[in-house]
């Protein structure tokens, strides 16, 4: 049972008209789904609410077409054709009992309007904020466009009642919306009564908010959400400002929602910020309302929760990730069930869903996005289909992931591990600079697989094709991992470069198990361009090296864009004194030197270095599935039905593929298989209008 101190936490809290059961709070979140996948997005968000938040939240939701954010793919609230889809997402939530949210969103100068042709919106004549930098300016909105823009929110908010929604954001946060826009001066620069002093650039927002309390206030509360600081010191929107806005609406919303601003700052990655890291910011909102206040901060630790009701600093926990991570996390902890907590551990591979506009994805719950698509469910898994046992070999993500989801379906599992202690990449990874809340990855499963009685795990077991065929254990996953090229092979290279006998080349492998360069010039060369080569030179760096980081790429870590990290991963190797080399290649290296060359022209610079580190790809840990494939015709009369490599030791990916490869593996087993021609996943297809 949970202990009493944590009680607090699910008191019922007032929101207006409407009563939450908890003070667990889904704050919005996108998710890479949005108006294409609305079926499977509806269950995602009914899942939370099984899982316990009181409030669970949409994503933005464009309210009309004349903003919206193509390439991003959220919801959308353009017309009335709109509104089942919206209306079944708020039935999945009321399901089970929670508060169905949504957060409307006129994004202005944010959108850059690639789908509707139409011109964005905004305080100002200024180019769209958007990162890919649009060839698009917005126009300064004229009295006539401030005065539709209130006509469509409202329109919004009316088809957001009737599709059942408790409560009807105005979202005023994270400069993505054009509300923000008129709080903040660095876009705001209008001379009439909408800015200037605070009282004017909140003139929208109060009138915003009035409209949406007066159209739906009796039966739907009204959030607001609203940035308490732009960290831009005075250029930009900051906390005693925010304060004074606040201060001057204080009880017009019924809740109020805090963040940071932007987006980068509020769902900032472990690597750069802690949990709770907001709280300095949200301390002391509570003092100017009597109205609940709402705040995020990464929160997955219990105590930590209770006491920022105690101390008054917040009556309901916001969270995006750690809901992402576990949806049942309230579930659990009024169950008493802390070791059965997937805690987040703030990768942001979430956020690169909406960025790549793929369904989102996260490390530590494979089954997010999965739940119709693929029928699976965070904590529920089918019973077995056989009593034919499992060998699972290599107790990293993937091993550890599919061990202890067939542990749980009901199989008796044997897990070898090659090392004396479970978790593979993610042991060795969680040690390296500001990656430690990664061995979360291993803990929970860790402490899952303490629970099954029916998975036997066996350290210092690096199996061979003669233990495997000996053991005839039916059916075997092979889960070695992968391990870091040393030859030069990434994106750029197909081919090996050439490195001369004798030259100081290492790897990431290398690296993590201990042998490092020793010397005081070190190339690190990234061509794998996710965060494995901006976290080398930053460990080389640590040690004292003078690193200079090389890559093809315009910038360090490119593809961290799509987890928001890139700026502060740049900005840290920088002010570590790393040089960075962009659109370089290292085309060789010899024991003397090594030979750049720019990715352009081709013109070659030759540099002594003591030591290069290679990023560029992984090979799969393939040995022993070449070995067992050698000798398949001995694998019956072993009694072995199926060999399969799974995650890394397939195809070297993300965390969050080894944790999906894992979970894929162990769902599946015993499943029916596929007929001709049918997908393994659900899919919904645009109804075809008729051609006239
Ligand atoms: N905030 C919004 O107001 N609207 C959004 O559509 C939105 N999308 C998000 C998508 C993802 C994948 C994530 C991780 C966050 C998003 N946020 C959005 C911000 C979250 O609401 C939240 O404020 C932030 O992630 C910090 O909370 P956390 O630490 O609990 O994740």
């Not at 809340?437 to 697989?449: H, N, S």
């Not at 080349?505 to 010039?521: F, I």
Request: charge should be negative; proline fraction near 5%; charged fraction near 25%.
């Amino acid at each position: 049972a949970r202990p009493a101190r944590y009680d607090v936490l699910f008191e019922p809290v007032k929101i207006g008209p409407v009563t939450a059961r908890n003070r667990f709070y889904q704050v919005p979140h996108c998710n890479g789904m949005g108006y294409r996948d609305p079926t499977a997005l509806a269950h995602m968000r009914g899942v939370k609410a099984e899982g316990g938040w009181a409030v669970v939240c949409t994503e933005q939701v464009e309210l009309h077409h004349t903003s919206e954010i193509t390439p991003f793919i959220e919801l959308r609230l353009w017309d009335d054709r709109d509104i089942p889809a919206l209306a079944r997402m708020a039935d999945k939530i009321h399901e089970h009992g929670s508060l169905a949210g949504i957060e409307l969103a006129y994004n202005g100068m944010n959108g850059s309007n690639l789908y509707s042709r139409e011109v964005p919106m905004g305080p100002a004549h200024l180019p769209v904020a958007t990162f890919m930098y649009d060839p698009v300016q917005a126009r300064r909105m004229d009295k006539e466009d401030i005065a539709n823009v209130r006509k469509w929110h409202l329109a919004a908010v009316k088809r957001a009642k009737l599709a059942g929604f408790d409560l009807i954001y105005v979202y005023a946060a994270h400069a993505l919306g054009f509300l923000h826009h008129f709080l903040s001066r660095r876009y705001n620069q209008r001379t009439d009564e909408y800015g200037g002093p605070i009282e004017n650039r909140i003139r929208l927002l109060r009138e915003i908010t009035e409209e949406t309390k007066d159209a739906v206030g009796d039966t739907c509360a009204v959030p607001v959400r609203i940035s308490v600081d732009e960290l831009l010191g005075e250029g930009g929107l900051y906390k005693e400002e925010v304060e004074d806005m606040i201060g001057l609406m204080a009880d017009l919303p019924d809740l109020w929602d805090v963040t940071l601003a932007g987006w980068e700052n509020d769902s900032r990655t472990s690597r750069f910020s802690e949990e709770g890291a907001q709280e300095p910011f949200i301390e002391g909102i509570k003092r100017l309302t009597s109205k609940p206040v709402v705040g995020v901060g990464r929160y997955t630790s219990v105590d930590r929760m209770v006491s920022l009701v105690n101390k008054g600093i917040l009556d309901m926990i916001g969270a995006a990730r750690p809901s992402i991570a576990d949806p049942f996390l309230p579930k659990k902890i009024e169950e008493g069930r802390f070791d059965d907590i997937r805690e987040c551990i703030g990768c942001n591979i979430c956020v690169s869903g909406d960025f790549t506009q793929s369904p989102i994805r996260c490390t530590q719950n494979p089954t997010m996005a999965e739940e119709w698509r693929k029928g699976w469910h965070p904590e529920k898994i089918r019973r077995q289909q056989s009593e034919k046992p499992v060998l699972i070999i290599g107790g990293g993500p993937t091993g550890l992931e599919a061990a202890q989801a067939l542990g749980k379906r009901g199989y008796e599992v044997t897990l070898a591990e090659a090392n004396k202690e479970l978790g593979g990449r993610v042991l060795q990874e969680s040690r390296l600079p500001g990656l430690s809340a990664w061995v979360r990855v291993a803990d929970y499963r860790k402490l899952q697989l303490n629970q099954l009685a029916n998975v036997h795990i066996y350290f210092d077991s690096r199996l061979t094709a003669d233990d495997v065929l000996g053991f005839g254990i039916p059916r075997v996953a092979i889960a070695t991992g992968a391990t870091w090229r040393k030859d030069g092979v990434g994106h750029a290279f197909t081919l090996p470069i050439p490195i001369e006998e004798g030259a100081a080349v290492y790897s990431p492998t290398d690296v993590m198990s201990g042998n490092c360069p020793a010397g005081a010039r070190v190339v690190v060369f990234d061509d794998d361009h996710y965060y494995m080569g901006g976290v080398m030179a930053e460990l080389m760096a640590e040690k004292g090296c003078d690193v200079t980081y090389v890559t093809p790429a315009s910038e360090a870590s490119t593809w961290t864009r799509n987890t928001m990290e890139q700026h502060f991963i740049q900005k840290r190797m920088l002010e570590k004194g790393i040089k960075i080399r962009s659109f370089t290649l290292v085309k060789s290296i010899g024991r003397q030197e090594t030979v750049l060359a720019c990715t352009f022209t081709g013109k070659q610079e030759r540099v002594a270095v003591d030591a290069v580190v290679l990023v560029t790809a992984r090979l799969p840990n393939e040995e022993l599935l070449l070995d067992l494939k050698a000798r398949q015709a001995e694998w019956a009369d072993s009694g072995i039905e199926s060999i399969v490599a799974i995650g890394d030791a397939q195809a070297p990916a993300t965390i969050a593929h080894a944790t999906y490869a894992g979970h894929r593996y162990a769902e599946e087993l015993d499943g029916a298989p596929l007929a001709e021609g049918q997908l393994p996943f659900k899919r919904e297809i645009a109804e075809l209008l008729p051609l006239i």
